[in-house]
């Protein structure tokens, strides 16, 4: 079983359509995050909740906006995309506050590409 | 989170010894020093962990200076498997962040058959 399992892997779409990314975790952890890798390969994180909570918003566009139904899954749904919204999305769990290694686990991504 | 500052990219022959440099000379006494790797096409995943002591685990070791202001991964043996880009991060436990991690641009690590 996939801990960290993302859907869709690959998304190709036009500029100005809605698109959503799913994000599921089975390792029971109350945080989940949303990072972005984008060309140049840096990853930035993008939200992070805890317990269904937002936590962490790093001045993300409006057009982003991250639900989580429950602690296990945290979706991401962007409005109106445009040409830099493509990158490769990243979803991860930890336990809150980091567990015993402080590890984040780590989807596989999904790969964005927006004409 | 403090800054750390790694070589952009390094190469090993396999099977020999490879050591991964990170300075990291604004360190505070409540970061621990996290590694992270990422292989081709793959999120990233952890490597080790470390706060002052030496560590070692099944993947790697951890070297820390006694100043702390610098650290070195070390892979005892590189396969090819272990070509990937090599993140160096520090994580501030004092801080109730929800264990963020920011990453920098890391070493990208090419092992030469």
């Known amino acids: 079983d996939t801990a960290v399992s993302q859907t869709p892997k690959y998304l190709v779409t036009q500029m100005g359509n809605d698109k959503s990314i799913k994000c599921e975790q089975n390792l029971g952890h109350d945080t989940m995050y949303w990072y972005k890798q984008d060309s140049k390969k840096f990853l930035k994180i993008m939200f992070s909740?805890?317990?269904?909570?937002l936590i962490i918003n790093e001045t993300v566009p409006n057009r982003f906006s991250p639900k989580s139904p429950d602690k296990a899954h945290l979706n991401l749904h962007i409005n109106s995309l445009e040409l830099g919204d493509s990158a490769v999305y990243f979803c991860?769990?930890?336990?809150w506050g980091g567990g015993a290694n402080g590890e984040l686990f780590f989807g596989e991504g999904s790969r964005l590409t927006v004409l | 989170d403090a800054k750390t500052t790694q070589p952009n990219s390094m190469e090993s022959n396999e099977e020999e010894p490879v050591h991964l440099p990170c300075n990291h000379s604004t360190i505070s006494g409540t970061d621990y020093i996290h590694w992270y790797r990422q292989l081709p096409s793959q999120g990233p995943e952890y490597v080790i962990h470390g706060l002052t002591s030496n560590v070692n685990n099944r993947m790697a070791s951890l070297a820390i200076a006694e100043d702390r202001k610098s650290s070195t991964l070390i892979l005892h043996r590189a396969t090819l498997r272990d070509a990937a880009v090599y993140y160096c991060?520090?994580?501030?436990?004092?801080?109730?962040?929800?264990?963020?991690?920011?990453f920098g641009g890391g070493t990208r690590l090419m092992v030469k058959p």
């Open positions: 991860a769990s930890s336990p």
């Open positions: 909740y805890n317990n269904k909570e």
């Open positions: 991060i520090l994580r501030d436990v004092g801080l109730n962040a929800g264990n963020m991690l920011t």
